[in-house]
């Protein structure tokens, strides 16, 4: 039985280089541990979109606005009743 490293080789054998260069796209993303989506690595390659490389945080946490009065979904549940 062949062990997985001389499985993995047998295969990238094959690969054309459009693949292969996706395959290392995924080896060199597991190596720095980052999680970025499939989604997000396929549209930074994308002229269209700018996607930040590095120091990005995510979005701050914002408190709900409360407002007076009847919330409008109830207000229009009562109307439909």
Known sequence: ??????????????????????????????RRGKRDSLTLRRLAHDPT???PRTGVSTFRAVKAVEGKGIP????????RR
Do not use: Y
């Open 49 to 51: 979109f700018h996607v």
């Open 1 to 30: 039985m062949k062990s997985t490293k001389e499985a993995l080789h047998q295969t990238v054998e094959t690969l054309s280089d459009e693949e292969a260069r996706h395959i290392l796209e995924l080896t060199r993303h597991m």
């Open 72 to 79: 409008a979904s109830r207000l229009l549940g009562q109307e």
